[in-house]
Structure formats: structure tokens, C-alpha cells
């Protein structure tokens, strides 16, 4: 337990961080498990604009400080790479 005013302060301050990165993070989550579910139900359009929150969410985590630069960068990479490659399957079905 805090023993001064200043260290209580800082546990409330520390635990009202803590919960917004937590939801920041889960909601990062959220929206790229939505991008791959999109994208392997061959919503190509609903997958393309959950993709874009998702990048948002993720640019928005990284200019607070909740998410490294180089973890957002790795996060948004993997999507587009997921979701390229299911839209490439999609396609190469179509054309046989």
C-alpha cells in the first residue's frame, strides 16, 4: 500500500493507464481477428474496412505510447499479409 499522498496519486494514476491500454490492446485484438474471419468468409469488402480501423486503432496505440512503433508496424504487416493472401486464393479460384 502507498504510504504518501503523492504515492497514492501515482497508484491511481498508474491503474486508470493500466485499463486504457488494456482495452486499447483488446480492442487491436478484436479488430484483427475480424479481418481474417472476414477475409476467409471471402468478405472482401467488410474485411477491407475493418482493416482500416484496425490500422487506425493500431497507429493510435503507437502515438500514445501503448504500443511500440516497430510492434505496430510488425501488426499491421501481418494483417495485410493475411488478408493479401486470402484475397490471392479467392482470385486464383475465380480464374480456374
Do not use: C, F, W
Request: no cysteine; glycine share 4%; hydrophobic share 35%.
Amino acid at each position: 500500500m502507498p504510504n504518501t499522498k503523492s504515492a497514492k496519486k501515482a497508484l491511481i494514476k498508474s491503474r486508470e493507464r493500466y485499463l486504457r491500454n488494456r482495452a486499447t490492446k483488446s480492442a487491436i485484438k478484436t479488430y484483427s481477428r475480424r479481418v481474417k474471419e472476414l477475409a476467409e468468409k471471402g468478405e472482401v469488402e467488410a474485411a477491407l474496412s475493418t482493416l482500416r480501423r484496425a490500422i487506425s486503432l493500431i497507429d493510435k496505440a503507437v502515438k500514445r505510447g501503448i504500443l511500440h512503433k516497430n510492434t505496430g508496424n510488425r501488426k499491421k504487416s501481418r494483417l495485410m499479409i493475411a488478408l493479401n493472401k486470402r484475397l490471392a486464393q479467392l482470385r486464383a479460384g475465380e480464374s480456374e
